[in-house]
C-alpha cells in the first residue's frame, strides 16, 4: 500500500450513549468509555490498514499492553460523543497512542485514553517488528500527527499531589 493522507488527529464517527450504558449513578458507566475508545482505534487502525483486514491478511495484529483512562467530565443518556486519537511515538514492535472524547454537540473534554500497543504474530502469539509497509504507514501518521499539539494530559501518572 502506498504512502496515504492521514487526518491529524484521526477522528471517528460520532457515537451515541446507550441506555443499557447508564448505571446507578445515572451516567456512562466507566467500561463503556473503553468501548467508545475501542471503537475508535478500530477506526483509525483500519485508516491506517493495521486493523482488521491487515490481521486476516498479515496474521498479525496489535494487543494493548498498557492503559490509562482519564474520566473529565460525566457522559448522560443519549450523549454524542467523537473520539480522535493521536500518534505519539512508535518503534518496530510498539505504538504510542492518545485519545480524546469530546460531547459532539457542547465540545467539552469527557475522557482520554493513553495506549501503547504491541504488534503480535498471532500464529507465534509473541511480538514481532512490523513490516515496511506498515512502518511507511505509521511514520505518515507520526509525521502527521507532530504538528498536532502535545495532549495536555499525556504521560500523567496517577497519585495524591502532596
Known amino acids: 500500500m502506498a504512502l496515504i493522507d492521514v487526518p491529524a488527529p484521526l477522528v471517528a464517527p460520532d457515537a451515541s450513549v446507550e441506555e443499557a450504558w447508564i448505571d446507578y449513578n445515572g451516567h456512562m458507566n466507566v467500561a463503556y468509555y473503553i468501548v467508545l475508545f475501542d471503537r475508535g482505534t478500530d477506526h483509525a487502525f ?4 493495521i486493523g482488521g483486514a491487515y490481521r ?8 494493548t499492553v498498557e492503559s490509562r483512562t482519564s474520566y473529565v467530565r460525566e457522559l ?3 450523549d454524542s460523543v467523537t473520539t480522535s486519537m493521536q500518534i505519539i511515538d512508535h518503534d518496530d514492535k510498539r505504538l504510542h497512542t492518545f485519545q480524546e472524547m469530546h460531547h459532539a454537540t457542547d465540545g467539552f473534554l469527557a475522557a482520554t485514553l493513553e495506549t501503547l500497543f504491541l504488534h503480535i504474530d498471532m500464529d507465534a ?5 512490523w513490516s515496511g509497509d ?7 501518521a507520526v509525521s502527521a500527527h507532530r504538528a498536532l499539539p502535545r495532549p495536555e494530559r ?9
Do not use: M, N, Q, W
Open 46 to 49: 483500519d485508516h491506517l490498514d
Open 56 to 63: 486476516a491478511r498479515e496474521g498479525c495484529s496489535f494487543f
Open 76 to 78: 448522560t443518556l443519549g
Open 125 to 129: 502469539r509473541k511480538a514481532v517488528p
Open 134 to 140: 506498515v512502518d511507511e504507514r505509521i511514520r505518515a
Open 154 to 162: 499525556l504521560g500523567r501518572a496517577i497519585g495524591i499531589p502532596r
